[in-house]
Protein backbone atom coordinates (compact mmCIF):
# COMPACT_ATOMS: atom_id res chain seq x y z
CA UNK A 1 0.00 0.00 0.00
CA UNK A 2 1.48 3.24 -0.88
CA UNK A 3 1.15 5.15 2.10
CA UNK A 4 2.50 8.74 3.77
CA UNK A 5 2.95 8.57 7.46
CA UNK A 6 3.58 11.86 9.25
CA UNK A 7 4.92 12.46 12.77
CA UNK A 8 3.19 13.06 15.95
CA UNK A 9 1.78 16.28 17.05
CA UNK A 10 3.90 18.45 18.44
CA UNK A 11 2.78 21.82 21.54
CA UNK A 12 6.12 24.31 21.49
CA UNK A 13 6.66 27.60 22.18
CA UNK A 14 7.76 30.81 20.02
CA UNK A 15 11.18 31.31 19.39
CA UNK A 16 11.74 27.19 19.52
CA UNK A 17 12.79 24.81 16.57
CA UNK A 18 10.61 22.21 15.25
CA UNK A 19 11.52 19.72 12.53
CA UNK A 20 8.37 17.37 11.56
CA UNK A 21 8.76 14.14 9.12
CA UNK A 22 6.85 12.41 6.61
CA UNK A 23 7.82 8.98 5.51
CA UNK A 24 6.93 7.41 2.67
CA UNK A 25 6.17 3.50 1.84
CA UNK A 26 5.25 1.48 -0.52
CA UNK A 27 6.89 3.03 -3.69
CA UNK A 28 9.77 4.48 -4.92
CA UNK A 29 10.10 7.20 -2.38
CA UNK A 30 12.81 9.31 -4.82
CA UNK A 31 10.89 9.21 -7.50
CA UNK A 32 7.66 11.83 -6.76
CA UNK A 33 7.93 15.38 -5.19
CA UNK A 34 6.70 15.32 -1.93
CA UNK A 35 4.89 18.77 -1.00
CA UNK A 36 3.71 20.58 2.30
CA UNK A 37 0.33 21.54 2.42
CA UNK A 38 -1.05 24.02 5.43
CA UNK A 39 -4.30 24.07 6.98
CA UNK A 40 -4.75 26.61 10.02
CA UNK A 41 -7.67 26.21 12.17
CA UNK A 42 -10.87 26.51 10.35
CA UNK A 43 -9.28 27.49 7.87
CA UNK A 44 -8.71 25.75 3.86
CA UNK A 45 -5.26 24.22 2.34
CA UNK A 46 -2.03 26.43 1.36
CA UNK A 47 0.80 25.22 -0.59
CA UNK A 48 3.83 25.76 1.09
CA UNK A 49 6.23 24.12 -1.25
CA UNK A 50 7.96 21.08 -2.40
CA UNK A 51 10.96 18.96 -3.10
CA UNK A 52 12.15 16.48 -5.20
CA UNK A 53 13.90 13.34 -2.70
CA UNK A 54 15.93 12.66 -5.70
CA UNK A 55 17.95 15.40 -5.54
CA UNK A 56 16.50 17.55 -3.13
CA UNK A 57 15.67 20.47 -5.35
CA UNK A 58 13.00 22.41 -3.54
CA UNK A 59 10.23 25.73 -4.04
CA UNK A 60 8.42 27.43 -2.28
CA UNK A 61 5.35 29.64 -2.64
CA UNK A 62 6.11 33.06 -2.36
CA UNK A 63 3.98 33.19 1.13
CA UNK A 64 6.35 30.48 2.91
CA UNK A 65 9.97 31.34 1.02
CA UNK A 66 12.72 32.34 4.10
CA UNK A 67 9.78 30.83 6.86
CA UNK A 68 10.14 27.05 6.81
CA UNK A 69 12.71 25.13 5.21
CA UNK A 70 11.99 21.47 3.40
CA UNK A 71 14.31 19.27 3.04
CA UNK A 72 14.30 15.21 2.05
CA UNK A 73 16.89 12.36 2.96
CA UNK A 74 15.93 9.27 0.34
CA UNK A 75 17.81 6.77 2.15
CA UNK A 76 15.21 6.79 5.21
CA UNK A 77 12.28 7.40 2.91
CA UNK A 78 11.60 11.18 4.85
CA UNK A 79 10.54 14.37 3.97
CA UNK A 80 10.79 16.90 6.41
CA UNK A 81 9.75 20.49 7.23
CA UNK A 82 11.62 22.82 9.71
CA UNK A 83 11.16 26.22 11.51
CA UNK A 84 14.04 27.85 13.31
CA UNK A 85 12.08 30.04 15.25
CA UNK A 86 8.28 29.38 15.55
CA UNK A 87 5.40 32.15 16.14
CA UNK A 88 1.95 31.61 17.15
CA UNK A 89 0.61 31.99 13.64
CA UNK A 90 2.56 28.87 13.02
CA UNK A 91 -0.21 26.81 14.62
CA UNK A 92 -1.67 25.07 12.20
CA UNK A 93 -2.07 21.23 10.99
CA UNK A 94 0.75 20.08 8.05
CA UNK A 95 0.21 17.96 5.65
CA UNK A 96 2.89 16.06 3.07
CA UNK A 97 1.44 14.38 -0.03
CA UNK A 98 2.84 12.92 -3.16
CA UNK A 99 2.88 14.77 -6.91
CA UNK A 100 1.71 12.28 -9.38
CA UNK A 101 2.34 13.28 -12.63
CA UNK A 102 1.04 11.59 -16.23
CA UNK A 103 0.45 13.49 -19.40
CA UNK A 104 0.08 17.05 -19.07
CA UNK A 105 -1.40 16.17 -15.51
CA UNK A 106 -0.39 16.22 -12.03
CA UNK A 107 -2.31 16.00 -8.54
CA UNK A 108 -1.53 14.72 -4.92
CA UNK A 109 -2.14 11.70 -3.62
CA UNK A 110 -1.97 9.85 -1.01
CA UNK A 111 -1.97 12.53 1.38
CA UNK A 112 -0.21 11.86 4.89
CA UNK A 113 -2.07 11.92 7.93
CA UNK A 114 -1.78 15.53 9.18
CA UNK A 115 0.99 16.36 12.05
CA UNK A 116 -1.27 19.09 14.25
CA UNK A 117 1.62 22.27 15.51
CA UNK A 118 0.62 23.69 18.46
CA UNK A 119 3.06 27.14 19.44
CA UNK A 120 1.90 28.98 22.31
CA UNK A 121 3.46 30.90 25.11
CA UNK B 1 -8.45 35.49 -0.48
CA UNK B 2 -7.54 32.00 -1.93
CA UNK B 3 -6.50 32.28 -5.59
CA UNK B 4 -9.19 29.97 -7.07
CA UNK B 5 -12.87 30.80 -6.02
CA UNK B 6 -15.36 28.55 -4.55
CA UNK B 7 -18.64 29.26 -2.43
CA UNK B 8 -18.17 28.76 0.83
CA UNK B 9 -21.33 26.27 1.28
CA UNK B 10 -23.61 24.46 -0.41
CA UNK B 11 -26.39 21.79 0.76
CA UNK B 12 -28.47 19.07 -0.39
CA UNK B 13 -31.22 16.52 0.40
CA UNK B 14 -30.29 12.58 0.02
CA UNK B 15 -30.25 11.46 -3.58
CA UNK B 16 -30.35 15.13 -4.87
CA UNK B 17 -27.15 16.49 -7.06
CA UNK B 18 -24.85 19.31 -6.13
CA UNK B 19 -22.72 21.20 -8.15
CA UNK B 20 -19.86 23.03 -6.79
CA UNK B 21 -18.18 25.78 -8.76
CA UNK B 22 -14.20 26.66 -8.78
CA UNK B 23 -13.70 29.83 -10.72
CA UNK B 24 -9.97 30.70 -11.71
CA UNK B 25 -7.69 32.64 -14.37
CA UNK B 26 -5.71 32.22 -17.69
CA UNK B 27 -2.53 31.14 -15.36
CA UNK B 28 -4.14 28.36 -13.54
CA UNK B 29 -7.29 26.68 -14.41
CA UNK B 30 -7.58 28.17 -17.82
CA UNK B 31 -4.23 26.61 -18.84
CA UNK B 32 -3.78 23.26 -16.63
CA UNK B 33 -5.95 20.50 -15.41
CA UNK B 34 -7.92 21.19 -12.05
CA UNK B 35 -8.50 18.53 -9.44
CA UNK B 36 -10.90 17.42 -6.20
CA UNK B 37 -10.24 16.90 -3.11
CA UNK B 38 -12.51 15.94 -0.25
CA UNK B 39 -12.12 16.28 3.33
CA UNK B 40 -14.11 14.55 5.83
CA UNK B 41 -14.26 16.19 9.69
CA UNK B 42 -11.52 15.69 11.35
CA UNK B 43 -9.42 13.45 8.60
CA UNK B 44 -6.80 14.50 5.74
CA UNK B 45 -8.01 15.55 2.39
CA UNK B 46 -8.41 12.67 -0.26
CA UNK B 47 -8.29 12.64 -3.97
CA UNK B 48 -11.63 12.48 -5.34
CA UNK B 49 -11.38 13.73 -8.86
CA UNK B 50 -7.66 14.11 -10.84
CA UNK B 51 -7.39 15.38 -14.53
CA UNK B 52 -10.18 17.77 -14.20
CA UNK B 53 -12.71 14.35 -14.99
CA UNK B 54 -11.10 10.98 -13.92
CA UNK B 55 -11.96 9.28 -11.08
CA UNK B 56 -9.67 7.72 -8.92
CA UNK B 57 -9.79 3.63 -7.89
CA UNK B 58 -12.67 3.56 -5.41
CA UNK B 59 -14.58 7.07 -5.73
CA UNK B 60 -18.51 6.12 -6.67
CA UNK B 61 -19.30 7.10 -10.00
CA UNK B 62 -21.93 9.60 -8.35
CA UNK B 63 -18.73 11.82 -8.26
CA UNK B 64 -18.07 13.62 -11.47
CA UNK B 65 -15.93 17.00 -12.61
CA UNK B 66 -15.88 19.27 -15.90
CA UNK B 67 -13.61 22.48 -16.77
CA UNK B 68 -14.47 24.70 -19.33
CA UNK B 69 -12.44 27.45 -19.81
CA UNK B 70 -11.36 29.07 -16.43
CA UNK B 71 -14.04 27.46 -14.57
CA UNK B 72 -14.45 23.90 -13.09
CA UNK B 73 -17.44 22.24 -11.52
CA UNK B 74 -17.58 19.35 -8.83
CA UNK B 75 -21.11 17.38 -9.02
CA UNK B 76 -22.21 14.58 -7.10
CA UNK B 77 -25.67 12.80 -7.90
CA UNK B 78 -27.60 10.38 -5.39
CA UNK B 79 -26.57 12.45 -2.33
CA UNK B 80 -26.08 10.66 0.25
CA UNK B 81 -25.24 11.56 4.35
CA UNK B 82 -21.40 10.55 4.19
CA UNK B 83 -20.73 12.86 1.26
CA UNK B 84 -21.34 15.65 3.98
CA UNK B 85 -17.54 17.56 3.99
CA UNK B 86 -15.33 19.89 2.66
CA UNK B 87 -14.15 20.04 -1.05
CA UNK B 88 -11.64 21.81 -2.60
CA UNK B 89 -10.38 22.42 -5.87
CA UNK B 90 -7.02 23.19 -6.79
CA UNK B 91 -4.23 23.66 -10.12
CA UNK B 92 -1.06 24.83 -10.88
CA UNK B 93 -0.44 28.36 -11.42
CA UNK B 94 1.71 29.87 -13.72
CA UNK B 95 1.99 33.33 -12.11
CA UNK B 96 2.77 31.76 -8.78
CA UNK B 97 4.70 29.00 -9.78
CA UNK B 98 3.13 26.98 -7.16
CA UNK B 99 -0.26 24.76 -6.70
CA UNK B 100 -3.39 27.02 -5.81
CA UNK B 101 -6.36 25.77 -3.75
CA UNK B 102 -9.82 27.21 -3.76
CA UNK B 103 -10.98 27.86 -0.44
CA UNK B 104 -13.22 25.23 0.17
CA UNK B 105 -16.70 24.52 -0.27
CA UNK B 106 -18.87 23.21 2.80
CA UNK B 107 -21.36 20.84 1.92
CA UNK B 108 -24.72 19.68 3.77
CA UNK B 109 -26.59 16.59 3.59
CA UNK B 110 -30.52 18.12 5.30
Known amino acids: EVQLVQSGAEVKKPGESLRISCKGSGYSFPTYWISWVRQMPGKGLEWMGRIDPGDSRTNYSPSFQGHVTISADKSISTAYLQWSSLKASDTAIYYC??????????????WGQGTLVTVSS | QSVLTQPPSASGTPGQRVTISCSGSSSNIGSYTVNWYQQLPGTAPKLLIYSNNQRPSGVPDRFSGSKSGTSASLAISGLQSEDEADYYC???????????FGGGTKLTVL
Open chain 2, 90 to 100: AAWDDSLNGWV
Open chain 1, 97 to 110: ASLRIAAAANWFDP
